[in-house]
């Protein structure tokens, strides 16, 4: 009966994501195929399908799902790209991020939040995933350039040290602002510099480094 409520639970979201303005069908898949009861705890997995924000541990969340789906339908991300998550969290934005590109390399400041996030790309067979604990400001410049960089967690401004990452024609989603007021860029590296412009305002908790 559980597995039919999820079910149940699970198409009504994927409907709330349509009427929201997600069109992207490969994005809506790759919601489809996640059960996201994995990702959250033990207390919350009845709430795993609302579209809503959930707490993990240490004060981090993993993010609405409506905000998952519009993040990566903004990253435009092509079966072929690499990508650069900064901040794994639950893991929950990396693993719709990994079936729609040939490799995430991803960044989470808490070693146990990494550890457990790993553990489950493991139980779900995701492979091409690349996961460190280190500084996400810094991004991960051995690897770098990236096509593709997806931030998890609110800057005060646009990394410096990421949009240095980024490839020229490359995209940026992240959130940036204060708790004052917070909106996801989509940030566009050309020839001359940037090209930033706001797409949604939001709530996420701070980049820290």
Excluded at 66 to 72: E, G, I, N, Q, Y
Excluded at 110 to 127: D, G, K, M, N
Excluded at 141 to 146: L, N, Y
Aim: charge should be negative.
């Amino acid at each position: 009966r559980q597995l039919v409520s999820d079910q149940s639970r699970k198409i009504r979201l994927l409907m709330e994501l349509r009427q929201g303005g997600i069109s992207d069908t490969q994005v809506l898949s790759a919601i489809e195929r996640l059960p996201r009861e994995m990702f959250v705890s033990d207390v919350f997995e009845g709430q795993a399908y609302e579209n809503s924000a959930l707490p993990i541990a240490h004060g981090q969340t993993i993010s609405q799902p409506f905000v998952v789906a519009f993040m990566t339908q903004a990253l435009e991300i092509g079966p072929r790209m690499k990508v650069l998550e900064i901040g794994t969290g639950s893991g929950y934005q990396t693993a719709v991020l990994a079936q729609l590109c040939r490799r995430v390399y991803t960044i989470e400041r808490y070693r146990s939040l990494l550890a457990e996030a790993e553990s489950r790309f493991v139980a779900l067979r995701l492979h091409n995933i690349t996961a460190i604990a280190r500084d996400g400001y810094q991004g991960w410049p051995e690897q770098a350039p990236f096509l593709r960089i997806m931030v998890t967690a609110a800057a005060e401004e646009i990394p410096d040290a990421l949009v240095a990452q980024l490839d020229v024609g490359g995209i940026m989603i992240v959130p940036v602002g204060d708790q004052g007021g917070q909106e996801i860029l989509r940030v566009e590296k050309t020839e001359k510099g940037i090209d930033a412009r706001s797409l949604l305002p939001v709530r996420f908790v701070p980049l820290v480094e």
